[in-house]
T-cell receptor, first 113, second 118 residues
Framework: AQTVTQSQPEMSVQEAETVTLSCTYD???????LFWYKQPPSRQMILVIR??????QNATENRFSVNFQKAAKSFSLKISDSQLGDAAMYFC??????????FGQGTRLTINP | NAGVTQTPKFQVLKTGQSMTLQCAQD?????MSWYRQDPGMGLRLIHY???????DQGEVPNGYNVSRSTTEDFPLRLLSAAPSQTSVYFC?????????????????FGEGSRLTVL
């Protein structure tokens, strides 16, 4: 079975600085999706960024970018110029096929003003 | 533009009571699923459906029932609530449509339902 591991239960960063959240996963498949979701205190699950495994180029969405290392099964999220609104739980997730998403345990990110 | 709608948002039950969490989506998505979120464990898949009339078990199905009579609705039933079912529940949907630029693989989530079983 696929597993997703986030080894950092909590992270903190100063406002305007850069922070990297780690994620590793285990799979024998070659074609899959990887996601980072943000969950603010409102509880809403918000998609931050996605990566298709067949694409070698790392995905980027404004201040958010990923470092996708397929051979190492690593998928880290870099947040540049951190803002107070970035404070949230962040979940890494793996998806293969129709719709089954496998989530990591989450990383709570605190932004210090 | 409703997306995925879950009701109720909060519910308190006594052990042994039954209830149904409702989920509806207006995006004509084929796939729907239920997850539960517990501290330190991320979200875990309870049940899912790939279309009307078709359901299957996920990672933690015990104590829950589902049915999918229409494309839009996917209710989750707790027949005899237990304290271990205290959690936040999320419904999600996605499309199976594929093709260049069409299927992003993304799941669309409802706002969650917080259930407490005393």
């Amino acid at each position: 079975a696929q597993t997703v591991t986030q080894s950092q239960p909590e992270m903190s960063v100063q406002e305007a600085e850069t922070v990297t959240l780690s994620c590793t996963y285990d799979t024998s498949e070659s074609d899959y999706y990887l996601f980072w979701y943000k969950q603010p205190p409102s509880r809403q699950m918000i998609l931050v960024i996605r990566q298709e495994a067949y694409k070698q180029q790392n995905a980027t969405e404004n201040r958010f970018s990923v470092n996708f290392q397929k051979a190492a099964k690593s998928f880290s999220l870099k947040i540049s110029d951190s803002q107070l609104g970035d404070a949230a739980m962040y979940f890494c997730a793996y998806k293969r096929g129709a719709q089954k998403l496998v989530f990591g345990q989450g990383t709570r990110l605190t932004i210090n003003p | 533009n409703a997306g995925v709608t879950q009701t109720p948002k909060f519910q308190v039950l006594k052990t042994g009571q039954s209830m149904t969490l409702q989920c509806a989506q207006d995006m004509n998505h084929e796939y729907m699923s239920w997850y539960r979120q517990d501290p330190g464990m991320g979200l875990r898949l309870i049940h899912y459906s790939v279309g009307a009339g078709i359901t299957d078990q996920g990672e933690v199905p015990n104590g829950y029932n589902v049915s999918r009579s229409t494309t839009e609705d996917f209710p989750l039933r707790l027949l005899s609530a237990a304290p271990s079912q205290t959690s936040v529940y999320f419904c999600a949907s996605s499309t199976r449509l594929s093709g260049f630029g069409m299927n992003t693989g993304e799941l669309f989530f409802g706002e969650g339902s917080r259930l407490t079983v005393l």
